[in-house]
């Protein structure tokens, strides 16, 4: 979880992207 959370932080536009993928995981 807390590498997607950094790879999120890098790309603000992908953070809802990467967000949903992490609630469904």
Not at 5 to 18: C, D, I, R, V, W
């Amino acid at each position: 979880m807390s590498f997607h959370f950094s790879a999120e932080a890098s790309s603000p536009k992908t953070k809802g992207l990467s967000v949903s993928h992490i609630v469904i995981n």
